[in-house]
């Protein structure tokens, strides 16, 4: 059972480029989310979603645009990404909101 | 946004118990969460306590929640090399959680 698949695990930008995190869940869970990681700083929730075709702002939602064409991807994008930036990102995905379940973390760096 | 804190490091002797504190500040708060995280890896949740509940027992954790003070702590019994790793509580907030800035267990010999 994979549960929460995020991909990819390790990415270098330089800054102004793009990319895409994408994270999928064989649970059939409504809600997902995306969570950033930062030292001292605890969780803080970029974007959510709950449910297909719906997301919604979440605490840091800044330069991040996210979608969820199924149900069992949420993708999250960087349009032009800043040092600021980098950190650990984790997604995540529940019933509720309730127990969450996370994936195992995408380390990005922006030079 | 709400802030939940948390102590940012405890370190215990193996076999000691381990406490951790939590304040949050949303008292509506249906569920309080308490969530581990091991090196290189994901958050999973270890417990979790209703907001009309005093105390929860799981095994070797005992939850403890004074809603007045809106004070919640961890207690690890009789705590393992294996405990080390870093502890988040959390607060439900309508679709969110809101997380603390984890606390880091370092359990030594």
């Known amino acids: 059972n994979a549960g929460v698949t995020q991909t990819p695990k390790f990415r270098v930008l330089k800054t102004g480029q793009s990319m895409t995190l994408l994270c999928a869940q064989d649970?059939?869970?409504?809600?997902m989310y995306w969570y950033r990681q930062d030292p001292g700083m605890g969780l803080r929730l970029i974007h959510y979603?709950?449910?297909?075709?719906?997301?919604a702002k979440g605490e840091v939602p800044d330069g991040y645009n996210v979608s969820r064409l199924k149900k069992q991807n949420f993708l999250l994008g960087l349009e032009s990404a800043a040092p600021s930036q980098t950190s650990v990102y984790f997604c995540?995905?529940?019933?509720?909101?309730?127990?969450?379940?996370f994936g195992e973390g995408s380390r990005l760096t922006v030079l | 946004g709400e802030d939940v804190e948390q102590s940012l490091f405890l370190s215990v002797r193996e076999g000691d118990s381990s406490v951790i504190n939590c304040t949050y500040t949303?008292?509506?708060?249906?569920?309080l969460y308490w969530y581990k995280q091991e090196p290189g890896a994901g958050l999973q949740l270890l417990t979790y306590?209703?907001?009309?509940?005093d105390m929860k027992q799981d095994q070797r954790l005992t939850v403890l929640l004074n809603k007045k003070d809106k004070h919640l702590s961890l207690r690890i019994a009789d705590t393992q090399t294996g405990d080390s790793a870093i502890y988040f509580c959390?607060?439900?907030?309508?679709?969110?959680?809101?997380f603390g800035g984890g606390t880091r267990l370092m359990v030594k010999p």
């Open positions: 649970m059939n869970h409504e809600y």
């Open positions: 949303d008292s509506s708060s249906t569920y």
């Open positions: 306590i209703f907001s009309n509940m």
């Open positions: 979603s709950v449910g297909e075709g719906t997301t």
């Open positions: 959390a607060e439900s907030a309508g679709n969110m959680l809101t």
């Open positions: 995540a995905s529940s019933l509720t909101n309730g127990e969450l379940f």
